[in-house]
């Protein structure tokens, strides 16, 4: 199964989960500037809402993609203050007819004052097990 895994991040919250997934599922975690090099079976996309949306960098990513390049999209965020990136993600996938996970990997990231040493070990932790979990799922071989 080919998996991969694309994100952006402005404070580092949302690079710290996709290190640990792309840890777990064994491939770079890399930001959506680079492309994907080849079809995937199963794309780890994270991001967070900044100011009401999400990054137009990701909007721009998910644009770029069709439905015969990604079989399926899990989505994991992190946010300070909303609670998931999930509903925007999944609107603009849909969008391009490409199938989403319904289940999400979401947690709390520093901002300013607020959730101060957030995305912890806990966290991270949480994350890869939510890929792995996802991996073995999806693999043909389970």
Do not use: W
Request: charged share 20%; glycine share 8%; proline share 5%.
């Amino acid at each position: 199964m080919k998996v991969a895994v694309r994100y952006v991040t402005r404070s580092g919250n949302t690079k710290k989960l996709a290190d640990a997934i792309g840890q777990a599922a064994q491939v770079p975690a890399l930001p959506v500037t680079h492309p994907l090099a080849e079809p995937v079976d199963l794309l780890f996309l994270g991001g967070s809402v900044y100011g009401g949306g999400v990054d137009s960098a990701l909007i721009s990513f998910i644009g770029g993609l069709a439905s015969g390049t990604v079989k399926k999209v899990a989505v994991f965020s992190t946010a300070a203050i909303t609670f998931s990136a999930y509903p925007q993600i999944k609107r603009l996938l849909a969008a391009r007819g490409i199938a989403v996970e319904s289940r999400e990997y979401h947690c709390r990231g520093k901002f300013a004052v607020f959730h101060r040493n957030r995305p912890d070990d806990r966290d991270c932790a949480a994350a890869a097990k939510f890929a792995a979990d996802l991996i073995q799922e999806s693999s043909p071989n389970t």
